[in-house]
């Protein structure tokens, strides 16, 4: 079982060859609920002071031509190729709450690989993707659930609606997937303030004219078949513009997950060419990823109970 630390109340440069963490270093605490509730805030409209007064020729233009802000917005992520970083994560779901360490790798288009770290430093679990293959292992239970690489092998080795290419546009910040910008319509979306991106697969992404910054990314729908992902992005690195502050609410299961850099990221790692293969350490068992149950995700596995 993946066991985060419950709450009572690995930086390096860009580029260079990478190797997987062994340790990462906690944070002394999480951004101020202040920043988070004002991007809330921002994001749904209820500011009493909105950017479209003190911008009005960027408002005309966004709501005359939204289309025509979208390329040079992504064109920010130009030659961005991956990134390695270490984060510090917190799960809440009703009174629970827990938080660990992770190490996240993303190499585009859609191979990542999200390490669960003990306190100790040690991996508890990670969850790996590649172009053929999806990796869930628990070390504790010697266990690896392995199956071919697919949308829906991804979201139930994860744990909720959201695919590789999700994970990896809102991790690295572009919003609008790769592969899916072919099709996609932007519109100007006057109630939220934003140019918005609707893209054939449902995700829907939200960009702000001014800052160029994608703060809102959403999967799904509540009442969907498999519920709704939405992801508020509140802090951002100068450039490319990497989020190192974000939210993950899932609804209708309605618990969070906050992650936040620790430190400066890599850029563009030198990955071996086995990197994110699936391997399978000696004496573990391997399991089809098809018999994973739904609360067998890694993040739903992770979450607190409500009594927790």
Not at 104 to 126: H, M
Not at 250 to 255: H, I, T
Request: glycine letters at 10%; aromatic letters at 8%.
């Amino acid at each position: 079982m993946v066991t985060l630390q419950s709450d009572s109340g690995d930086g390096r440069g860009k580029g260079g060859y990478v190797q997987r963490a062994t340790t990462i270093g906690r944070t002394s605490g999480w951004r101020p609920a202040a920043a988070t509730a004002l991007a809330v805030l921002v994001l749904s409209g209820c500011s009493s002071h909105r950017w479209t007064d003190d911008h009005p020729d960027v408002a005309a233009r966004a709501q005359a031509n939204p289309a025509a802000f979208l390329t040079p917005a992504l064109e920010q992520w130009d030659g961005l190729q991956g990134l390695g970083g270490s984060y510090s994560m917190r799960v809440a779901k009703g009174i629970g709450r827990a938080s660990a360490d992770l190490a996240i790798y993303v190499r585009l288009p859609a191979d990542l690989d999200i390490i669960v770290l003990a306190p100790t430093g040690a991996t508890q679990a990670y969850l790996r993707v590649n172009e053929y293959e999806v990796g869930l292992a628990y070390l504790e239970d010697r266990v690896v659930y392995r199956g071919p690489s697919s949308g829906a092998a991804f979201e139930r080795a994860l744990g909720f609606d959201l695919s590789a290419a999700d994970a990896a546009a809102v991790l690295l910040g572009y919003g609008v997937p790769l592969g899916e910008r072919t099709g996609a319509t932007t519109i100007w979306d006057a109630d939220a303030r934003r140019i918005r991106v609707d893209t054939l697969s449902g995700t829907r992404a939200w960009l702000h004219p001014v800052t160029q910054r994608f703060d809102r990314i959403i999967r799904g729908a509540t009442d969907g078949p498999r519920g709704m992902v939405t992801a508020t992005l509140t802090s951002w690195l100068a450039q490319p513009p990497i989020p190192d502050a974000l939210r993950l609410d899932v609804e209708p299961d309605g618990y969070g997950i906050e992650l936040s850099l620790s430190g400066s990221p890599t850029l563009n790692p030198d990955f071996s060419a086995d990197f994110f293969d699936i391997q399978v350490p000696p004496g573990f068992e391997v399991r089809p990823l098809s018999e994973l149950a739904a609360e067998g995700g890694l993040f739903r596995r992770a979450a607190p109970r409500d009594s927790e």
